[in-house]
């Protein structure tokens, strides 16, 4: 027998310090020893700014990769793309037993089954008070509303205590669909104590108490009522209640409706299969909505942050199986813009506007509520919880900094623990003790590379620069053969060289490769970087940028 | 005599139907022989997302510069980018002489002098009642608040009506610097009656009548005295009133003014030597202040937007000139996030949470106000000037669109005209009466394109796919020598090929080329395309992605 302690160790790998890409590690035993279980599994997407053609984005899970056959299972809070949408891809390399419950768990199989896992990985769980036994954890799914169904926190019991992790959550006590959220079994689970809370922080800027699902039917079946034309509204296609909602006030207002967009039929089918969603209005297919009069339609639309290719970009451009919008319809964003889709969202908008069609967005906050608890909800979480400490996480770093600083105001303990903070649960606080490196993958194509491979910086050189490729060959005496060949790819046309851009540059790198001497010319490193610096030259003189330049240099053999 | 009618007309060529690059033309004459005038000459700043690489995009000023010798002359209404930025670069196609008041015909002459163009071209002009005679027009700059000093509306006046061009304007009675708007000198001029409005658009959207610059000193004042560490406040460089304001505030504090970033020095520099700015606290050197105690330092940094390259961010993200900011400092945004600018803002607002700065931006609305007109101060401006028709501007479509609206409720006639609406104002509309082609220019590097020249869709596409480069070469014979090289840029590596992505397509290129008849081999362009073809195939089955592929074929001589 040694006296080596056990202990209880919270590690964010992706969601601590940025909004997306969820995955926290909670381990415990003897350290470097320890048993772990993973919490989520997600995703984030590229986009042209940071990450050109990139897909998806995920965590590295690297560190526990390393680890993969000490982990106890992995379990899933709920179903939306950044706390799911990685498992697939990320299954491979952990290995582990899923954890869900039902429709989250379905989800999940989805995923499995995309990438060609088999999906009895994926078990189903029971909500708390049942218990998934992992290792020397006990693992509970405690119900809790957000803006998708079955969306739960995590209990997480062992040896070294308790630990409530929220995973995505909004103080509801009516959400439409799905189970309320109900302060007495946060306060039973507080009463029991909890080491730490584990909380979502993505709201914590918001001073005022979140709103409720229940809020809005009144005022979309008024709004829905008094439209003349056809009537679109989008939402984020996983939000179940929302869709229903709209759907409700379409059917009120004697209309008919109409799903378009995979991701909205998709999530509908999942909800209804697993009876998260008991009852839904009839719906009709696309192609028997055009022989019905446009005051007869309600159309749900996915495409709610600007997607180009979704639904209600489509409808915004032009035609989507059929429909076309017109002067005195309107198009209901029940939805909010998420950071960075402004534009995005923009030019929807203005596509709406030149055809006439009436917009109603969030800028009234009648029509949209959000899915995560504003500050007066996080003060009633860590009320109901008591935690020793708070570990603010799902946010950026000024969110979780202004969480623990709320923590502190109302004297709790907190401790800020962005991505590859190795945080010991202790029964003294919640000290940082080590610092992981992390990073993140990406999905490009069907590759799985690393975000510091190059790949990209290179793609956003070559965006920004433009691509030079300069063909030489050198003939079996060491010669250059018939001067050099240089071709621009996204480069623009200098008119007022003679010949172009491509014909000023091969003029001047046959003058330079005429003066070279054989040394450089027999030297594949050498000759390249001469040609690369000539044309670097040439280039900022005659367009002022200097493009990426590939030297593919021939060698013929005697 | 002919019996042929002069007519008036007014034709954006940019900044309506989108917010920025300004350009705005209006002619008086017989139909296809009117004299013109041109109203601002702005750019607008590229993105990764639609235009990487690209500077400056810039209206195409392709229909007024095919009638460049009908042009009377060039009225600039005030010294924001989006109104003077392309002067310098747009002249030359234009040669016509160029007016504005005094500040702004500085900035000007700066934008004529760094492309190489005559100072003198640009004339100062003194305020109304005074008039620049141009041809049939008499134009009169009429003072008016914003966030710049000295913006003007144009009186345009003209034998067959007057028109009156808000250019961009709030309701301010206290601007801080600069005039104050005068009610009773925009209701004189609608009392010699106003056949159109040419009127911003920009926030139609806000139901809240504006609020005045000089809402904000005791807020700021109150702010930077509570501060105990070093302040750094970032504003918009231009807004000389709020630049002054902030300064005061650290002045009052018992601190030490510190100015970087070079368009606020500039800005600064010009206001001085042009009187607009009268007084303003002394300031000190950045390498002094480094000797003074943190808590004696105002710092007033360009960059508000989150440019990358801004003292801002350079202070967020490191040190800047040798100063740097740590726990207890505070980090004031003066200033909003224009759309598209909120995830490089929130970069910075992440930067300095980790290095525990306080951040205080615009969420409270307490330290900045809009420089444009809101929906009641779009009223107030309609019902002084009491024009004919409205036509809104400085807007996209669907600010404009609601512009009009708003126009048509309170019973006034409207037009909505997106550039290259050519409206003729005549006494019983503003019909549109043709629609002209326009376009956009890239300034890249040392060069303006066309924003379809094709430039700048290849850069995106070799962003999103990567690029790879073929080199063949066909030997005396005709025949392939020593196969084809492949080398990939901006792509990943597949590991599971043998010899990575290149080898694998070097085998299959060399196959391919092998069973390829001579009559193919011979032609360039079929032998280019069964390349590309190869190498789509191989690498959307290796990687998932078609590449961007150029094909080098040298053709060696007997």
Same mark, same amino acid.
Request: charged letters at 25%; one cysteine or more.
């Given at each position: 027998?040694?006296g080596?302690?056990?202990?209880?160790?919270?590690?964010?790998?992706?969601?601590?310090g940025?909004?997306?890409?969820n995955?926290?590690v909670?381990?415990?035993?003897p350290?470097?020893?320890?048993?772990?279980?993973?919490?989520?599994?997600?995703?984030t997407?590229g986009?042209?700014?940071?990450s050109?053609g990139?897909?998806l984005i995920?965590?590295?899970?690297?560190?526990?990769?390393a680890?993969?056959d000490?982990?106890?299972g992995?379990?899933?809070?709920?179903?939306?793309?950044?706390?799911?949408? +990685?498992? %697939?891809?990320?299954?491979?390399?952990?290995?582990?037993?899923?954890? @869900? *419950?039902?429709? #989250?768990? !379905?989800? $999940?199989?989805?995923?499995?089954?995309?990438?060609?896992?088999d999906?009895?990985?994926v078990?189903?769980?029971?909500?708390?008070?049942h218990?998934?036994e992992?290792?020397?954890?006990?693992?509970?799914?405690?119900?809790?509303?957000?803006?998708?169904?079955?969306?739960?926190s995590?209990?997480?019991?062992?040896?070294?205590?308790?630990?409530?992790h929220?995973g995505?959550?909004?103080?509801?006590?009516?959400?439409?669909?799905?189970?309320?959220?109900?302060?007495?079994?946060?306060?039973?689970?507080?009463?029991?104590g909890i080491?730490?809370?584990?909380?979502d922080?993505?709201?914590?800027f918001?001073?005022?108490?979140?709103?409720?699902e229940?809020?809005?039917p009144?005022?979309?079946?008024?709004?829905?009522?008094? +439209?003349? %034309?056809?009537?679109?509204?989008?939402t984020?296609a996983?939000?179940? @209640? *929302?869709?229903? #909602?709209? !759907?409700? $006030?379409?059917?009120a207002?004697?209309?008919?409706?109409?799903?378009?967009?995979?991701?909205?039929?998709?999530?509908l089918?999942?909800?209804k299969a697993?009876?998260?969603?008991d009852?839904?209005?009839?719906?009709?297919d696309?192609?028997?909505?055009?022989?019905?009069?446009r005051?007869?339609?309600?159309?749900?639309?996915?495409?709610s942050?600007?997607?180009?290719?979704?639904?209600?970009?489509q409808?915004?451009?032009?035609?989507?199986?059929g429909?076309?919008?017109?002067?005195?319809?309107?198009?209901?964003?029940?939805?909010?813009?998420?950071?960075?889709?402004?534009?995005?969202?923009?030019?929807?908008?203005?596509?709406?506007?030149?055809?006439?069609?009436?917009?109603v967005?969030?800028?009234?906050?009648r029509?949209?509520v959000?899915g995560?608890?504003?500050?007066?909800?996080?003060?009633?979480m860590?009320?109901?919880?008591?935690?020793?400490?708070v570990?603010?996480m799902?946010?950026?770093?000024?969110h979780?900094?202004?969480?623990?600083?709320?923590?502190?105001?109302?004297?709790?303990?907190?401790?800020?623990a962005?991505?590859?903070?190795?945080?010991?649960?202790?029964?003294?606080?919640a000290?940082?003790?080590?610092?992981?490196e992390?990073?993140?993958?990406?999905?490009?194509?069907s590759?799985?590379?690393?975000?510091?491979?190059?790949?990209?910086?290179?793609r956003?050189?070559?965006?920004?620069?433009?691509?030079?490729?300069?063909?030489?060959?050198?003939?079996?005496?060491g010669?250059?053969?018939g001067?050099a060949?240089?071709?621009?790819l996204?480069l623009?046309?200098?008119?007022?060289?003679r010949?172009?851009?491509?014909?000023?540059?091969?003029?001047?790198?046959?003058?330079?490769?005429?003066?070279?001497?054989?040394?450089?010319?027999?030297?594949?490193?050498?000759?390249?970087e001469l040609v690369?610096?000539?044309?670097?030259?040439?280039?900022?003189?005659?367009?002022?940028?200097?493009p990426?330049?590939?030297?593919?240099?021939s060698?013929?053999?005697?």
């Open positions: 027998m040694t080596e302690a056990n202990r209880l160790i919270y590690l964010p790998l992706g969601g601590a940025e909004i997306g890409m995955m926290y909670y381990g415990y035993g350290a470097g020893r320890e048993r772990f279980i993973l919490v989520d599994v997600g995703v997407f986009d042209m700014e940071s050109p990139i897909d995920m965590a590295d899970p690297a560190w526990i990769q680890r993969a000490r982990i106890d992995i379990f899933i809070t709920h179903g939306h793309e950044d706390h799911v949408g +990685a498992l %697939g891809l990320l299954w491979p390399r952990l290995k582990a037993k899923v954890y @869900a *419950r039902r429709f #989250t768990a !379905a989800l $999940a199989q989805e995923k499995m089954e995309r990438a060609g896992h999906v009895m990985e078990r189903q769980a029971d909500p708390w008070p218990a998934v992992a290792g020397p954890f006990r693992v509970s799914f405690v119900p809790v509303s957000h803006s998708i169904p079955e969306s739960s995590l209990l997480i019991e062992t040896p070294a205590g308790r630990v409530l929220t995505d959550f909004k103080v509801d006590p009516d959400p439409i669909v799905g189970e309320a959220f109900d302060p007495e079994t946060f306060r039973a689970i507080g009463d029991g080491r730490a809370l584990i909380c922080s993505t709201n914590v918001n001073d005022y108490p979140g709103r409720s229940s809020s809005l009144e005022a979309i079946r008024s709004l829905i009522q008094s +439209a003349e %034309g056809m009537v679109v509204a989008t984020f996983s939000n179940v @209640a *929302r869709l229903r #909602t709209l !759907a409700e $006030a379409g059917r207002a004697g209309r008919k409706i109409v799903v378009v967009g995979r991701a909205m039929n998709t999530m089918r999942i909800a697993t009876e998260v969603l009852s839904f209005p009839p719906t009709i696309p192609s028997d909505a055009l022989d019905l009069p005051s007869q339609l309600l159309v749900l639309a996915t495409g942050q600007g997607e180009r290719r979704a639904a209600s970009a409808l915004a451009s032009g035609k989507y199986m429909m076309e919008l017109k002067e005195g319809d309107l198009f209901l964003f029940s939805s909010k813009t998420i950071p960075g889709n402004e534009v995005a969202v923009a030019r929807i908008l203005n596509q709406l506007s030149r055809k006439g069609v009436e917009v967005d969030d800028s009234s906050s029509y949209h959000s995560h608890p504003n500050r007066p909800d996080l003060i009633a860590h009320d109901l919880v008591r935690p020793d400490i570990v603010p799902h946010g950026e770093h000024r979780l900094s202004a969480h623990a600083a709320l923590a502190n105001e109302r004297g709790r303990q907190a401790t800020i962005p991505n590859g903070s190795l945080v010991e649960l202790s029964q003294d606080g000290p940082v003790v080590d610092t992981i992390t990073g993140r993958l990406y999905l490009d194509g590759e799985i590379i690393g975000a510091l491979d190059g790949v990209v910086r290179e956003i050189r070559m965006a920004l620069r433009g691509v030079l490729v300069v063909s030489i060959i050198i003939d079996e005496k010669r250059p053969l001067g060949w240089a071709e621009g996204g623009p046309e200098d008119s007022r060289l010949d172009g851009l491509e014909g000023a540059l091969e003029s001047e790198l046959e003058a330079v490769l005429g003066r070279t001497k054989r040394n450089v010319l027999d030297d594949d490193d050498a000759l390249e690369q610096r000539t044309c670097s030259r040439v280039c900022n003189q005659a367009i002022g940028k200097k990426v330049c590939k030297v593919m240099i060698r013929l053999e005697e």
